[in-house]
């Protein structure tokens, strides 16, 4: 089970940091990614970022790029996005993912098998 917080209503160029808990199964101790996607209003879900359990390796979309950075902390099983310089458009629900590792990083939500709840974030002009 995957558990998302952290969402809120900031202002442009402000910092917000989401959280993804992970419960029922230790992640650290497979190889899986965990992954962030949002989805804006009227639009579809889209990749944010993803990183390796094992070894932390990351991978964003060009979008984010220098503002997002995802970490984990494999002693509270917990994936973290922060997230800096926020624009209006960052507005959306964001959702944390899980995946079996692979060789190539995957941007397709449906290749994720595990899926938390959402949570709002709301970035005004």
């Known amino acids: 089970q995957l558990q998302a917080s952290g969402g809120g209503l900031v202002q442009a160029g402000d910092s917000l940091r989401l959280s993804c808990a992970a419960s029922?199964?230790?992640?650290?101790?497979?190889?899986?990614?965990m992954g962030w996607f949002r989805q804006a209003p009227g639009k579809e879900r889209e990749f944010v970022a993803v990183?390796?359990?094992?070894?932390?390796?990351?991978y964003y979309a060009g979008s984010v790029k220098g503002r997002f950075t995802i970490s984990r902390d494999s002693a509270k099983n917990t994936v973290y996005l922060q997230m800096n310089s926020l624009k209006p458009e960052d507005t959306g629900v964001y959702y944390c993912?899980?995946?079996?590792?692979?060789?190539?990083?995957?941007?397709?939500?449906?290749?994720?098998?595990?899926w938390g709840q959402g949570t709002l974030v709301t970035v005004s002009s």
């Open positions: 993912a899980a995946k079996w590792y692979s060789m190539r990083w995957s941007t397709e939500s449906g290749m994720y098998a595990y």
């Open positions: 990183t390796n359990w094992s070894d932390g390796n990351t």
């Open positions: 029922g199964r230790t992640f650290s101790r497979y190889r899986m990614e």
